[in-house]
């Protein structure tokens, strides 16, 4: 798809379909959706407060974090929630990443 061709209301549009997150500068948002064609974007993770401690949503093609979040499940300062929704994997902390 030629995103260049496409005016700024509708491909901040499609930005949101996608759930991609970024300035709101016409080249900045043409350059996310062709990253996400091609399966480069990684999307950033979120961080909720949750019952006095913090909900991490990591994406999936986020391997620094995922690993990061690997040791802190080992050392028993996080938890695997059991969750998965919009391209995130959801862990409980006590801590955000680094």
């Not at 401690?53 to 995922?66: A, E, M, S, T, Y």
Request: one cysteine or more; hydrophobic letters at 35%.
């Amino acid at each position: 798809m030629e995103y260049e061709n496409l005016r700024l209301d509708v491909l901040t549009k499609l930005i949101d379909e996608r759930g991609i997150t970024c300035k709101n500068k016409k080249e900045v948002i043409i350059e996310h959706p062709q990253m996400d064609d091609e399966g480069k974007y990684i999307g950033g993770t979120s961080y909720e407060r949750w019952e006095g401690r913090i909900l991490v949503g990591i994406d999936l093609k986020n391997g620094p974090h995922l690993i990061q979040m690997g040791k802190l499940v080992e050392k028993k300062e996080a938890s695997y929630k059991g969750l998965y929704a919009s391209d995130r994997i959801y862990f409980i902390s006590n801590q955000k990443l680094i």
